[in-house]
């Protein structure tokens, strides 16, 4: 029986990274993955959206540009060839990881893995023996039993991927970060869309006056918001609004993106403890059972690639790194790159209301920005936001709506971790023209004081 | 002409500098600008250069002292040149202790009188009222970082801790965030090596009370969400007390707690009878606890192992039983002592018991009705407690714990099962002082007479 130090079951941005760190450090691991290198990040969600949504805003822009100078005549819009851009870059990528895997030494198994126990895993006939245990086996689409939600033409962001035609219209159900990128993409396209949300606001995590102003600027795009889907028929959506009264809406495709569920079919043998968002972690990403690691968005804790990756580290480095980390929650950036693009990182306001906190906040709007000015003129939206602890004035939350927006966050991380006060800030040299600046104004409009 | 080398004054705010290390020894011949010693103010080190030319002829101070500013600490001169008396040098080196005596009789006269001469006087005044084993400099360095300087090991002279020692101790310790050395330079907090932030940072979050590390609470933080607001209260007055009290008593005996029921049929009926009773005997307030202490003190007569002090290296046996009983007040727990409890009839026990609770829960006891006590009892019954694991009185040895009355099988002669209503009663030893079998015995005693209450009543 082939023995390793680390098996690690899912090659997303979880399982891959554990992958790549512990073998870098020398330790022999193995790598299972039941379908392509990279999981749902690169194959099914973050990189060929991106590639998708990236093409939207080039035709946009190609549409818009006139009054900045371009004239572009007979612009189109083709499925086909943006569809194999996306390809080509998810194909590259996955060599890429492949290549990362190899250079590390790492072994990769590719099959559906059965857990024997917490040292055992079984693909195929073959089983493997390993010291210790990652799963990040991810998670998939929640399809909820809505009558109708089998029918032919209601996808989940898997399908959507490879559709070969563009829909007249497309109900999208469901208004989180998923439901509002395949939102933008396709109403950015000509496509009709409608997005049904449940709640009384889309992007649950962004601050409330963001989330109103996304919507806003996301013309193309209606909104029922407080709206329960009742069924799904060929024609469209029924649900009843906010004051319970039965609706229709006729759509060609619908998107199912309601929330995902995490993959723990097969587990049984491990016993682990799990619960309904995920297997039950500390925040050292251990089980209850010894050995056995679950990073990614099985373990339900922050389902976002960057989480992921980040647990995978802090496994590894507990395991045969210098050790003693633990996974910090507070200062995890998302980022959803719509049109326009929003991100944030840390406590909105009404988080830190909620924690009883006393904070001071403030606004501001991007057309004051020069570089922002410049490229995208007045009437464009875009704001900052900064929420502080009123006493000792330590950055808590920083959050973006406005081009750029995923590319500036990291710097709010940086500022959140390191517990960074207003003042401190204020010291540190932004570049000029950027929309970064916007950040440090931000910063100023809290304390004026210099 | 002898001329003297002055400590150097280093800008407004230092008024003294310990002499690290003298680089020149004397009769060494010396140039302006030579640097004759190192000296550490609070906020660096230094060289001092000479500002006379000629040969050192003496060194006014040993290595480690600490020198006020503009006081001479060298004289040079000719060779062969005889130095003034004026500046002669203390006849015996000030050793730390010294020194700390001395700050303590200059801190009552700024100016002494007597002055033989003004170098000793000088010395005296070294500190200027501080800790003199630890220098300013270092102090500034040890606490700006938040950390304790108790455990530093020192290597400056006289066994000061001077600033290296810190640098040593600070050795491994992540970096403080920003806004954690604010809160640690604004309010009594202490730094642990790591935190919980990047790289180990230490974040406000893990910054811990200070001299809390020395108590059971004061762990290091792990990073939890709380739900919701989050309060905090400063430990102080009674619940301190009790905190040390408790504390000390876990972490300096032997603690062992055994279980048993008493009977109450008789207990119930006598509470019963007194409830009812004339309105002039003055018998209707007796609860069932004056009852259980009246038969602990009855008991505790014959077992007087039972009631003692345990003192480490003896102990200390009472004739007279002092029987202090737990009572729950606004501040928090008290323990007011029934003094001679063993000479008072049920009676006089309850009318002590019942004014010294009243004066506990109104704040208005006084230290001696809340010490002295040579038994506990604490009671929970009435909260519907069945048995517990009461915490030892120290020194006392033993405390009875009275839980509630609920009704217990009991086989009779006949074989028959009556349910008969029984008291929990708990009682927890130092196991240093008393052993299993002895402490089970009185415990079994005082079931017995609680069983029989009206005959123990009799003696």
Redesign the interface.
Known sequence: MEKFDLIVVGAGPGGYVAAERAGSLGKSVLLIERDQLGGVCTNWGCIPTKSLLNSAKLYRHALESEKMGVRAESVTYDLDAAMAWKQETIETLRSGIQFLMKSNKVAVVMGVAEFVDANHVKVGDTVYEGSDLIIATGSSPAVPPIPGHDLAHVVTSNEILSIEKLPASLAVIGGGVIGVEFASYFSSVGVKVSIVEMMDEILPMMDAEFAKLMRREMKGVEFHLGCKVTGITEDGVSYTDAKGNPQQLAAEMVLMSVGRRPNVAGLENLHLDIARGGIVVD?RLRTNVPNVYAVGDVNGKSLLAHSASRMAEVVVSNLYGAG?Q?M?Y?AIPWAVYGLPEAAGCGLTENEAK???REIVTATTQMRANGRFLAEHGKRAAGLCKVVADAK?K?ILGVHLLGPYSSEMIFGAAVMI?????IK?VKEIVFPHPSVSEILKDTLFAIEHTL | MATEVLMPKQGNSVESCIILDWRVKEGDPISIGDVVCEAETDKSTIEVESTAAGTVLKLLFAAGEEVPVMQPILVVGEKGEKVAATTAPPEKPVDSQDATATVASVATAEVPKQQPDPVATSTGTAGSGGDLHISPRARAVASAAGVDTVTMVPTGPKGRIIERDVLEALKGREPLSPAAKEALVNQALQAPAQGTGIGGRVLVADLASAGAGKSTTGQLSVPTDFPGPVSEVVVKGVRKVTAKRMHDSIATTAQFTMNAYADASVLQSLRARFKSSDPELGLQKVTINDIILFAVAKTIRQFPYMNSHFLGDKMRTFEHVHLGCAVDTPKGLLVPVVKYADNRSLKQISDEFKRLAAMSIEGKAQPDDLTGGTFTVTNLGAMGIDTFTPVLNVPEVAILGVGGISMRAVEDAEGDFTFIPHIGLSLTIDHQAVDGAPGARFLNALCRNIATIDLLMAL
């Open positions: 925040d003693n633990r910090r507070h909620k924690q009883g000792t330590v971790e390191s517990e960074l006060r401190d």
